[in-house]
């Protein structure tokens, strides 16, 4: 299984920025994938969570501003990312597991390299 991100960047306070994460690797139809983030200094947290139902779950940071959405013919993982903010600067990932949850959340077993998103005010 590979995943590959995308879409990283810098950008302004108020600013947009689209992530893209291509899978491949795997034929399984349940799943679970997210989008995780971690700053320097700080605990990786999870930002966004889709299950191959299209369910979604998000961090309380991401609430409002960060759209988690999947394109399966594509096999890519996005999250639209609106009104940035500087805490928003981190390195971001995606993750998967071949589970047909995400809540509560499972341990993911494939990462991406990851994409830096650095916020500027």
């Known amino acids: 299984v590979q995943l590959v991100e995308s879409g990283g960047g810098s950008v302004q306070t108020g600013g947009s920025l689209r992530l893209a994460c291509a899978a491949s690797?795997?034929?399984?139809?349940?799943?679970?994938m997210g989008w995780f983030r971690q700053a320097p200094g700080k605990e990786r947290e999870e930002v966004a969570n889709?299950?191959?139902?299209?369910?979604?779950s998000y961090a309380d940071s991401a609430k409002g501003r960060f759209t988690i959405s999947q394109d399966n013919a594509k096999n890519t993982l996005y999250l639209q990312m609106n009104s940035l903010k500087p805490e928003d600067t981190a390195m971001y990932y995606c993750?998967?597991?071949?589970?047909?949850?995400?809540?509560?959340?499972?341990?993911?077993?494939?990462w991406g390299q990851g994409t830096q998103v650095t916020v500027s005010s």
């Open positions: 993750a998967a597991v071949f589970l047909s949850y995400c809540n509560p959340p499972p341990d993911f077993a494939y």
């Open positions: 690797g795997y034929t399984y139809s349940s799943y679970c």
């Open positions: 889709i299950d191959s139902d299209g369910s979604t």
